[in-house]
Nanobody, 129 residues
Framework: QVQLQESGPGLVKPSQTLSLTCTVS??????????WNWIRQSPGKGLAWIGY???????AITPSLKSRTAISRDTSENQFTLQLSSVTPEDTAVYYC?????????????????????WGQGTQVTGSS
């Protein structure tokens, strides 16, 4: 079965760029009809969708983060990445990668739930000096 694993730094200084990688096993990130998502959960808050890259390589980013977020992929490594620039303490969160299919992508982008789709375990990122 598909497994997703987040990796990257646990601490990012304010104004710098966060780079996270999701490594996928058990399925190809090129396989129709799947979307590959980044989600985060800030302390005391709910899950918030960040963006996705699809099986075909197209992107969507939540409007509040669009100006400083990039999602890309490395198909040779079966990985996709998150780049979040100009980090502030408000970006402190647990960051997750997750897979879902196109039929339910609206649920993921509006109200992500761990019971829907396949999720990594998450990785803690702190935006602080």
């Amino acid at each position: 079965q598909v497994q997703l694993q987040e990796s990257g730094p646990g601490l990012v200084k304010p104004s710098q760029t966060l780079s996270l990688t999701c490594t996928v096993s058990g399925a190809s990130i090129l396989t129709y009809p799947y979307y590959w998502n980044w989600i985060r959960q800030s302390p005391g808050k709910g899950l918030a969708w960040i963006g996705y890259i699809t099986f075909s390589g197209t992107n969507a980013i939540t409007p509040s983060l669009k100006s400083r977020t990039a999602i890309s992929r490395d198909t040779s490594e079966n990985q996709f990445t998150l780049q979040l620039s100009s980090v502030t303490p408000e970006d402190t969160a647990v960051y997750y990668c997750a897979r879902n299919d196109y039929a339910r992508i609206g649920n993921m982008t509006s109200h992500p739930q761990k019971l829907a789709g396949d999720w990594g375990q998450g990785t803690q990122v702190t935006g602080s000096s």
